[in-house]
């Protein structure tokens, strides 16, 4: 029954589809070592299915709605595999989600005057998380805080967050900060200071709704707009 609902999902067939498409056309996915279903989401996935098979058996069509619970879970926690823009000087989105800010302003976590570009993700993007460049980590920072909208400004400042500070293989800073929402309450990263990144690779995940931020340096050209859509890895942000 989960799979006959699965499949009339728009979000949940375009993925399948892909997989499909890069199996048979030897497309090369970007760094992926985990499966289509993101592990963070196993225990979540695990639960759901077993409440709804529970109240199958005792109440029948009165399961319904919990199958539906376990079918929005499968969605949210979804995580196909990206191809990588060939271009070597290219700012690849570290999510999937919305474009919600372009503009100059002060990267506090380099200490500089930076080009951000901002991507929200609602519910139901994809919420693994994705390295932009090539680079090397110098830092990552890690900040409590609130749990305002992801969509607001005052996200960037106020809200619990986890900042990358990346020293890219052209030698340029990239600043990328995972920022928790008015939903998600954890943000999960798997890097830490000297790890090295390459383009694509997946390195965290946030879950319940949230926002990425990228600071680039002044010199940068952005490549998108606000209200774009955005996927991460296969998009480009900007070139620097």
Not at 80 to 107: F, H, M, W, Y
Request: net charge positive.
């Amino acid at each position: 029954m989960l799979a006959a609902i699965a499949l009339r999902t728009p979000l949940l067939r375009r993925s399948v589809r892909a997989v499909l498409y890069e199996s048979i056309n030897g497309v090369t996915l970007s760094n992926y070592p985990h499966p289509i279903i993101a592990r963070e989401g196993w225990p979540f996935l695990a639960l759901s299915v077993a409440l709804a098979a529970l109240v199958t058996y005792f109440a029948g069509a009165w399961s319904t709605p919990f199958w539906i619970i376990a079918v929005f879970v499968l969605q949210f926690f979804r995580d196909p595999g990206r191809t990588i823009p060939l271009k070597e000087n290219a700012v690849l989105s570290p999510a999937d989600g919305r474009i919600v800010v372009v503009a100059k302003v002060q990267d506090p976590y380099a200490g500089r005057e930076a080009l951000k570009i901002s991507v929200f993700m609602n519910v139901f993007n994809v919420h693994s998380n994705r390295a932009p460049v090539d680079g090397k980590i110098e830092q990552v920072q890690y900040f409590p805080g609130k749990f305002v909208n992801a969509d607001l400004d005052k996200a960037s400042e106020e809200n619990e967050r986890n900042a990358l500070t990346i020293t890219a293989s052209n030698g340029q800073t990239v600043t990328c900060v995972q920022v928790a929402g008015l939903v998600a309450r954890r943000i999960l990263c798997y890097v830490k200071d000297g790890d090295s990144l390459t383009r694509g690779q997946r390195y965290g995940f946030i879950r319940f709704g949230s926002r990425v931020d990228v600071y680039l340096p002044l010199s940068a050209t952005p490549k998108v707009a606000v209200g774009d859509k955005v996927s991460a890895t296969e998009t480009i942000l900007a070139e620097f």
